[in-house]
């Protein structure tokens, strides 16, 4: 028996380690790498039209995680879908989608939908915090986001997460997305902060802002997760500052039926095997399963 093993609205996951959107997730190669180890992958935001991003420098590595303005880069959709056939399916595959309009989104799932010959899931991406007009911005349109919500169910049978941000006000955002046919919801994404170079005395960024994950963030998620676990039927994925093994503790205790892993990556992409195997001794050490640890800090 394997004492990781979970389901996540009708995907089967080996662990409840996944990799999060934008890290690793343009190439089906390293997508591949991280499927060994990693319970699933969610892919890089990707829309119809694709998008070449801001130019450099888009990372700054700083003492407690990173700053991205990367801006979404991404290949067109129909691009992306055609490498994505060569996907081991070593666990469930998750595609990051995002765009402008129901519409949008519903063009995104036929594409991807007839494409993959395999069972997948869509993660909307309503809190990318420096694009204007996508993301964040969507996501506090609670009208906008549960139109895109029901285009998206009524376009595909495969489950629909939605990726919503600790600066929206969350727990309105998620009540009216499970309301509208949601079948699970992911937090944090990125929050918008900055670094300024002393010397040349202006932003580091070329976008003068970008998203700030790691170690500063884990907190702030962490609060999420617990709200929204209270507050929901739906599964909370946990994503923001995830370097340890008690860090995905953390995230179960408070109510994630999985954790997401994203800036880690940046410093080891061993991070996967590294988690698992520690919860492995874990789940052992106090004879118990994951799935049994989901909510226990609200007892």
């Not at 991003?53 to 700083?62: E, K």
């Not at 918008?192 to 500063?216: E, F, T, W």
Request: with cysteine; glycine share 8%.
């Amino acid at each position: 028996m394997n004492p990781l093993e979970i389901e996540l609205c009708g995907l089967r996951l080996k662990n409840p380690l996944m990799l999060a959107s934008g890290v690793l997730g343009s190439s089906v190669h390293s997508l591949n790498l991280i499927a060994r180890d990693a319970g699933a992958v969610v892919t890089k935001s990707v829309s119809l039209e694709g998008r070449e991003g801001y130019r450099n420098p888009t990372v700054i590595n700083w003492s407690c995680g990173l700053i991205n303005a990367v801006g979404l880069a991404s290949p067109p959709a129909v691009e992306f879908a055609e490498e994505l056939k060569d996907f081991t399916n070593e666990s469930p595959l998750i595609v990051s989608l995002y765009g402008y309009t129901p519409e949008d989104f519903s063009r995104l799932a036929e594409i991807f939908d007839e494409s993959l010959p395999f069972k997948h899931g869509y993660e909307i991406n309503l809190s990318c915090p420096h694009v204007k007009g996508a993301g964040y911005d969507v996501g506090s349109d609670l009208e906008l986001s549960s139109a895109i919500v029901m285009a998206l169910k009524d376009s595909t049978e495969n489950p629909v997460f939605a990726k919503i941000s600790a600066m929206h006000d969350y727990v309105n955002l998620a009540k009216k997305l499970e309301k509208v046919g949601v079948d699970g919801i992911s937090i944090s994404n990125t929050l918008r902060g900055m670094k300024i170079d002393i010397v040349s005395k202006k932003p580091v960024l070329s976008n003068i802002s970008g998203g700030v994950s790691g170690k500063a963030i884990k907190p702030i998620a962490l609060k999420c997760v617990y709200d929204l676990y209270r507050e929901l039927e739906i599964p909370v994925v946990g994503c923001g500052g995830v370097t340890s093994f008690e860090d995905v503790l953390e995230f179960i205790f408070a109510g994630a039926n999985a954790v997401q892993i994203g800036s880690a990556v940046y410093y080891s992409r061993r991070i996967f095997y590294s988690l698992k195997e520690s919860l492995i001794a874990y789940t052992r050490a106090n004879n118990c399963t994951i799935t049994e640890l989901v909510g226990t800090a609200h007892d």
